[in-house]
């Protein structure tokens, strides 16, 4: 909402402050999808590099995790990773990738296919 409304800053800090609560909660689906909104913030902010240290921050937190629980949502966030590292990250990829995340709750074997 705070960023449809234009309030990048405030939803960014409001978004880091939930997704330091889903990290200590141990909630990984929830912490990933608080990650992409946060690269989708950056993205929109003009901070690239700083979406891609993102990506690369959930990529370390699900290894952390347990990495044979959490495929499927890596290969996703290593693909943002990449998108982004490569500077052609745009936010219709980052939505493809949100609701990519999100069927994971229900669907949990389905694989990743980046967008075409």
């Known amino acids: 909402m705070l960023l449809a409304q234009g309030q990048t800053t405030q939803a960014l800090d409001l978004l880091t402050s939930l997704r330091e609560e889903c990290e200590e909660l141990g909630t990984r689906h929830d912490y990933a999808l608080m990650s992409i909104d946060i690269a989708e913030i950056l993205l929109v902010m003009d901070r690239p590099s700083e979406v891609a240290t993102t990506c690369a921050g959930v990529m370390a937190y699900f290894q952390m995790a347990g990495l044979e629980q959490t495929q499927a949502a890596l290969t996703a966030v ?14 219709a990829t980052v939505s493809y990738v949100r609701e990519y995340i999100e069927k994971l709750a229900t669907t949990p074997l389905l694989a990743f296919a980046p967008p075409q």
Request: charged letters at 15%; hydrophobic letters at 50%; glycine letters at 8%.
């Open 78 to 91: 290593a693909y943002l990773h990449e998108a982004a590292a490569a500077g052609q990250l745009t936010r």
